[in-house]
């Protein structure tokens, strides 16, 4: 993040660092934590200061924060990392919305980079989130439904700032060419809302399912781009995603992810825009 002294919500940073390093000594990397008590002192951390990174872009959040987050899943997803997704309690109307969140430890008390999207952008509104009104005894049942959901969250709200940490980046190879030709590495990546795997070319947009469609001797067989995967967002396996599916067996190196083709923000900022298409082809 900045530098100390320049940011404007260094208490809310300091908190969140501290429970994360609290979590991180007694837990383990890829693992559930629902029934991890210090879990819980990450997402009160969370509630502070996810509101006042969204409040250095947008206006709206100078009036709004966050009462509670009810994580659907929740995990270390690397040695310096941690994400949720799940509903946030919005604390001006008592109201939920869906919330997903990665944030990645620094050294000295500070967060090195942190990724937020929330809200469901309300149909022919500017960033108007839909909220489901909060009653205690109907969480579950949201919960439930969020985890169940099929069709794609359309964000009303994302925001980035800070660099992953090089040791958090690496991005698995499948492929060295795609079936369109584009002579690049194929990826592998994971939808943010149902934790599923799929491969991905940076170069003409397409993805695939398996290891054996994304090659190029596989032929064209159709045209499906990131959308079709992952419409509410994209993000990197975790080591542990990836150990327990199919494409593991098919990676056959690992790249950097400041060498490839683009960043899993700019990715998701075409997908929020609809504008992450296959690239036409010949």
Not at 30 to 54: G, I, Q, R
Not at 130 to 159: K, N, Q
Not at 218 to 244: C, N, R, W, Y
Request: net charge negative; proline share 6%; glycine share 8%.
């Amino acid at each position: 993040m900045a530098p100390p002294g320049t940011r404007e919500y260094p208490n809310t940073e300091a908190a969140t660092w501290a429970a994360l390093r609290a979590l991180r000594a007694e837990a383990q990397t890829d693992t559930d934590l629902s029934a991890n008590a210090s879990v819980h002192e990450v997402l009160s951390a969370l509630e502070y200061f996810l509101p006042a990174v969204l409040r250095t872009e947008f206006p709206s959040w100078q009036n709004e924060s966050l009462d509670g987050i009810f994580p659907v899943r929740s995990l270390l997803s690397s040695p310096k990392g941690f994400e949720v997704f799940g509903l946030g309690l919005l604390i001006s109307d008592q109201s939920l919305t869906p919330l997903f969140a990665s944030v990645f430890e620094a050294d000295e008390q500070r967060i090195a980079y942190v990724s937020c999207m929330i809200g469901e952008l309300n149909p022919g509104t500017d960033r108007e989130m839909l909220r489901i009104p909060y009653s205690g005894v109907r969480v579950g049942d949201e919960l439930r439904r969020l985890r169940a959901r099929t069709s794609p969250i359309t964000w009303a709200f994302r925001t980035t700032c800070g660099v992953i940490p090089n040791t958090n980046s690496n991005l698995h190879v499948v492929s060295t060419c795609c079936p369109v030709g584009c002579g690049c590495d194929v990826v592998v990546l994971r939808s943010l809302v149902d934790a599923s795997l799929f491969c991905f070319c940076s170069s003409c947009g397409c993805a695939w399912a398996t290891a054996q469609e994304a090659q190029f001797g596989a032929g064209l067989q159709a045209i499906d781009g990131v959308e079709k995967f992952a419409p509410s967002g994209v993000g990197i396996p975790t080591v542990g995603q990836l150990s327990t599916h199919a494409l593991a067996g098919a990676v056959i190196r690992t790249v950097a992810m400041h060498a490839w083709g683009m960043t899993i923000d700019d990715l998701n900022d075409r997908i929020m825009r609809n504008d992450a298409h296959p690239a036409p082809t010949n």
